[in-house]
């Protein structure tokens, strides 16, 4: 029990909750984007960053925030988060567009 009242214990728990929400908002982008936005920008398939970066989030839920496969998923993550997400979100599927508007089926409502 002495592990959430020192700082080390604190510390642990923020980068905890940072790394499981880092992934939990990766993976969660990843299944709103459309699977053919993936084709078109060239980037490896939906069901390949679905899988990765669901292992990645039970990874982290499961281990310790600096255990190897923990911060294996983190660099995964942030690939996706840095590097894939930008040129996903001009193809939508995250729920707004561009200004920021709610996105109908048919385009801003």
């Avoid at 499981?20 to 960053?49: C, H, I, M």
């Amino acid at each position: 029990m002495d592990l959430f009242f020192g700082v080390q214990g604190i510390v642990g728990l923020a980068l905890y909750f940072l790394t499981v929400g880092v992934k939990g908002f990766a993976f969660v982008d990843a299944a709103r984007r459309p699977t053919s936005a993936y084709e078109l920008v060239g980037k490896q398939p939906k069901n390949f960053w679905l899988i990765v970066l669901g292992i990645a989030l039970l990874a982290g839920i499961v281990t310790s925030p600096l255990a190897f496969w923990n911060l294996i998923g983190l660099v995964a993550a942030m690939v996706y988060v840095f590097g894939v997400r930008p040129e996903l979100q001009q193809y939508g599927g995250g729920g707004r567009g561009r200004g920021g508007e709610r996105m109908g089926p048919y385009g801003p409502w």
